[in-house]
């Protein structure tokens, strides 16, 4: 299993990114998968997460209304469309998956997730 982790880089506040993440060796569309962040000294953070059929998609509060969670099975491809950027939105940007028998429940924890990409870093400038 692999999920390649793109698309960060250096921005200045208000601008926008878009993350993908691809998967490789795992049935996409039987997976969970979510975005995690963790910005330095700081605990791994829950960003967005997005249920198997794309039916539900839970966010962190910090970015609710700013950042959009989607995927598409057919190309077993994860994304995270970033809006409004801030500077405390710096981090690390992780994907996860996780097998998932309901196609609603996604978790939020961390802990839960079984797959790991490598992270793509987002740096936000004032």
């Known amino acids: 299993v692999q999920l390649q982790a793109s698309g960060g880089g250096l921005v200045q506040t208000g601008d926008s990114l878009r993350l993908s993440c691809a998967a490789s060796?795992?049935?996409?569309?039987?997976?969970?998968a979510a975005w995690f962040r963790q910005a330095p000294g700081k605990e791994r953070e829950f960003v967005a997460g997005?249920?198997?059929?794309?039916?539900?998609?839970p966010y962190g509060d910090s970015v609710k209304g700013r950042f959009t969670i989607s995927r598409d099975n057919t190309k077993n491809t994860l994304y995270l469309q970033m809006n409004s950027l801030k500077p405390e939105d710096t981090a690390i940007y992780y994907c996860a998956a996780l097998y998932q028998a309901s196609t609603l429940y996604v978790p939020a924890a961390s802990d839960r997730y079984r797959y790991w990409g490598q992270g793509t870093l987002v740096t936000v400038s004032s």
């Open positions: 997005i249920s198997r059929s794309g039916g539900n998609t």
């Open positions: 060796g795992l049935t996409f569309s039987a997976v969970v």
